[in-house]
């Protein structure tokens, strides 16, 4: 079934509705007849939901909720315990007044856009002798929430809340076993296997007649509080109950004891939200903005123009494939993802544990700046408390993030929170708040799940709390199975930082186009992939990847059922990206009806390439169209819809695939997912693999890629004179899968060629050579070369610095040029060229091909003059003699220009 076809529309009356961006009202209040509080319901605004707060004669509370006139559980159980009274049972009804509050607000998180939200609310306010305990009940078209607030006099501290929910009969429900960083596999529990269970939210429950509910809470880490967030126990011989439970010690977290689990405040306390999320189908659960209608609007300086510093998008990160890298090869190895990051269009890359000092992670985040990439740096929750271990407060937050800003760093990824403890939730509070001051980005990870605190904290732009890539390192990889419950659990409650497309593994448990497809499953502000980018960038998905969005305007239920399958369709101005993913083989159909009109072009990334990488197919539809797309075991295929036909140009960057070569002695070809074609050259020794008939001539860097897990000389022999030898680092270290025999890495050694063919033999210098994938042959055009043209103010001046080849082209201003007349094309297509240049100030540049149209380029800042960079672009050159004309603008100044790199 396709469950967007079960959803209703929101149809508001005129009244309710507010028009703008980031509005909010709320009706006057309207008090109840104490004589009616036996029974107190609120409906949400389009009639379908509706919640009722019910007194027992003992002074008990419980709360029926309802979609459609049909309850979607038993009622549920109400009430806290402090230790000064006991909240749940002889409470006097006071008073209740209702109101409808009415926002459009952005969302936050990987969401775009502006959301209306209605919420109808009913606020009952009992009393037990001097204690009061007020009941706010919230219904919307998503569901229901509830939360309560204690008022005492003096102090006192929460010992046990009684809230249970209890499922209809026959229910079934999805849910992790409860651990501390929330990186549990969601299991099945069917209607006799839930008892004795502790369990993490959300839990997702399928009910006897098919409709389904969400539980779990919001506005937990923002606001409210002092507060744990919580987790649901089943306990035995209780049907199929589901209590809150609050958390003991990090150590002793099942300890439910008063003194364990005490949750102290002084006069009141608010809790967070408990919510019951409802819809006839899934897709009412995937697009519903409940948890974040429930949290806080942002400070003002979060918002609008003086935001513009919080930018999502996507990441590079080293660690998963060399979690061991340290030292100098720590710094060489981010540098060369830094590179990476440049080429291929990502704004980040993580710089993730094993940096030596500050300094060297100021020194990493100079070397990106000056190539238009920000770092977000790695830290233990740890390093924000004192010497006596407690947390620091916020003002020693504030002084820390603004040290850390001034090192360069545009965001921070905490990691190792493992608590659900109320001073722990208070400080990703305070962490937010501080963060949020001094303009770093956030990435939250051994955390608990999130509940819509990205509306409060949109420069939080993920989290973890889900079992990701990194379950491979540790041995306890997701299934597709999980990564399909995953998805229609803890991804529904905002950015997962499940750093997907995870290629290089010896013994992967999904399909490559399925890790592909989890970057569109789930959604994450800052989506981290997980591999590395020598693995990136001659695979058949690379494109997707450097045209990733990481927020989007809507979000749309394709087709789903746990444990077997789920498809997300999201769009991302008129484009449509379909991430589909799956347990079982299966035919898909995928209908187009989502599409605006006209056509456009589907391009598949499918199961069903060579090697076991994806099959890529492209095809003209319309919203007329179903898409049926082949789903492998454990598979998945992603799709990107684009307006029109674009006629995407043949790539021609020159790469000489190691499989190709000749194999000498016992060097053979052997099967590698993260190579580039699916295969690599092993066992090289001496004897080595040869190139014949290359054809080059000058000045050349072959970037060669390898795969090794310990350290082995490489020699590069060219027509039988061998350069020196190298010795690369591993190109992975680290415990569990990956390994660096499937890790590909690269090395750059400078070649030079005489007019002609050649020969080029790799071969191991003392021993057997790293495995080995390919080379890219680029060629380097000095800018100063004599045939070169030069215009106006252009001036050949001589350079001095590191990174300058001795002599460079600068004065280009106002128009001037300089042209590279003899660039040549093996073949013709899209050819990557990388501008090495020196610009202290942000300028552009107009570039231009063989005399065709203008395209200008922004080169971000280097340090100084004399501080040179790389801006790497696509060009497209036709076969033969090529022209690549440099000028700036009109008006203006570009950048001084050393040389250019050509990957032909």
């Known amino acids: 079934m396709h469950l967007r076809a079960l959803s209703r529309p929101l149809r508001l009356p005129a009244a309710a509705l ?90 936050g998180g990987a969401e775009k856009g502006t959301v209306s939200s209605v919420m109808d609310e009913l606020v009952a306010v009992y009393r037990k002798g001097t204690a009061g305990l007020t009941v706010a009940v919230r219904a919307t078209p998503s569901g229901v929430a509830f939360r309560y607030t204690a008022d005492l006099p003096g102090s ?11 499922l209809l009969a026959g229910s079934t429900v999805w849910a992790s076993p409860y651990e501390r960083n929330y990186e549990g596999k969601p299991q099945r529990f069917g209607p006799t296997e839930l008892g004795g269970n502790r369990l993490s939210m959300p839990a997702l429950v399928s009910a006897p007649d098919g409709r389904w509910v969400q539980l779990t809470e919001a506005a937990v880490r923002a606001g409210g509080g002092p507060y744990p967030a919580v987790r649901l126990d089943a306990p035995r011989g209780k049907g199929q109950a589901l209590r809150v439970a609050l958390p003991g010690p990090d150590n002793a977290v099942f300890d439910e004891s008063p003194a364990s689990v005490r949750v102290p405040f002084d006069g009141s306390l608010t809790t967070p939200w408990r919510v019951i999320g409802m819809g006839s189908g899934l897709d009412a659960l995937v697009e519903s903005h409940l948890l974040t209608d429930l949290n806080a609007p942002p400070a003002p300086e979060l918002t609008g123009s003086a935001a513009n510093w919080i930018r999502p998008g996507v990441s590079l990160w080293p660690w998963w494939s060399n979690s061991m890298a340290s030292g100098d090869d720590y710094l060489a190895l981010h540098r060369q993802y830094v590179d990476a990051a440049e080429r291929l269009g990502l704004p980040y890359v993580t710089a993730d544990a094993g940096y030596s000092s500050w300094d060297q992670l100021e020194e990493l985040a100079d070397y990106a700046k000056a190539r238009g990439v920000g770092i977000f740096a790695w830290m233990h929750r740890n390093e924000f408390r004192r010497a006596d271990k407690t947390l620091f407060d916020q003002s020693e937050i504030d002084s820390a993030m603004k040290k850390l800003a001034e090192r360069g760093v545009v965001g921070l990824k905490i990691d190792f929170f493992d608590s659900d403890r109320a001073d722990i939730m208070r400080f990703y509070d305070r962490l937010s708040i501080g963060a949020g001051r ?11 799940k999130p509940g819509g605190e990205q509306r409060t904290y949109p420069h939080v732009l993920t989290s973890e709390g889900v079992a990701g ?50 970057s569109v499953a789930f959604t994450s502000a800052l989506t981290t992939l997980a591999d590395t980018p020598a693995a990136y960038e001659t695979w058949p998905g690379v494109d997707v990847l450097r045209s990733l969005p990481t927020v989007w305007d809507q979000s749309l239920l394709v087709d789903a059922a746990p444990d077997s399958h789920a498809a997300f369709a999201r769009r991302s101005g008129q484009d449509w990206y379909v991430g589909a993913i799956t347990d079982g083989a299966r035919q898909l159909p995928v209908p187009l009806d989502f599409l605006g009109s006209g056509t456009y072009t589907a391009t598949v990334y499918r199961d069903g390439g060579a090697n076991g990488q994806p099959l890529v197919e492209r095809s003209a539809v319309t919203s007329a169209d179903t898409l049926t797309l082949p789903l492998a075991e454990h598979g998945g295929a992603m799709v990107v819809l684009t307006p029109g036909h674009p006629a995407p140009t043949p790539k021609a960057d020159r790469i000489l695939e190691a499989e190709s070569a000749a194999m000498g002695g016992s060097a053979r070809v052997a099967p590698c997912a993260s190579c580039s074609g699916g295969a690599k050259a092993g066992y090289v020794g001496y004897a080595g693999i040869t190139f014949s008939d290359v054809e080059a001539e000058g000045a050349y860097t072959a970037r060669i890629a390898y795969l090794s897990g310990e350290k082995r000389r490489l020699t590069v022999t060219v027509d039988g004179v061998a350069s020196p030898p190298v010795t690369p680092a591993e190109s992975g270290r680290g415990s569990g899968d990956p390994n660096g025999w499937n890790v590909p890495r690269t ?23 790293p495995d080995l ?16 043209v030069l215009t106006g103010r252009a001036t050949r001046a001589p350079c001095a610095a590191a990174g300058c080849s001795g002599e460079m082209v600068g004065q280009l201003g106002y128009g001037a040029s300089v042209t590279f007349t003899g660039v040549t094309a093996m073949k013709a297509g899209a050819t990557t060229v990388g501008i090495r240049y020196a610009s202290a100030q942000v300028r552009s540049i107009v570039v231009r091909v ?14 100084s003059w004399d501080d040179w960079s790389l801006r790497t672009i696509s060009v497209d050159l036709v076969e033969g003699l090529n022209s690549i004309t440099l000028a700036a603008e009109a008006s203006g100044w570009a950048p001084d220009i050393d040389a250019i790199d050509v990957a032909q």
Not at 156 to 162: T, Y
Not at 747 to 769: E, Q, R, Y
Not at 779 to 784: C, F, L, S, V, W
Request: no cysteine; net charge negative.
């Open 438 to 448: 001094a303009k770093l980005m956030l990435d939250f990870h051994g955390s608990t």
């Open 773 to 788: 994938d390919r080379v890219e042959l680029i060629r380097t055009y000095q800018a100063e070369d004599a045939a070169n």
């Open 18 to 107: 507010v028009v703008g961006a980031l509005v909010a009202t709320t009706t006057a209040a309207s008090a109840d007849d104490p004589s009616a509080a036996q029974r107190l319901s609120v409906e949400s605004v389009d009639g379908r939901v509706s919640a009722t707060l019910n007194t027992g004669p003992d002074g008990t509370l419980d709360l029926t909720t309802s979609l459609d006139g049909r309850p979607v559980l038993q009622p549920v159980r109400l009430g806290i315990v402090t230790e000064a009274a006991d909240l749940t049972t002889g409470l006097t009804f006071e008073r209740s007044e209702r109101r409808r509050i009415q926002s459009s607000y952005a969302p």
């Open 747 to 769: 090395i750059d050694v400078p070649l030079h060629f005489a007019p002609g063919k050649h020969t080029i033999v790799l071969s191991g210098t003392d021993g057997n050579a």
């Open 850 to 863: 063989n005399g065709g149209p203008e395209r200008v380029v922004t080169f971000p800042r280097t340090a």
């Open 469 to 518: 890539a990194e379950g491979y390192k540790n041995g306890n990889p997701a299934s597709a199975r999980d990564n399909v419950n995953l998805t229609l659990g803890r991804g529904l409650l905002g950015s997962a930082d499940a750093t997907p497309v995870a290629l290089s593994l010896a013994n992967p448990l999904t399909t490559q186009a399925h890790q592909l497809a989890l």
């Open 156 to 166: 006192s501290a929460v010992v046990a809340e009684a809230t249970a929910f209890e």
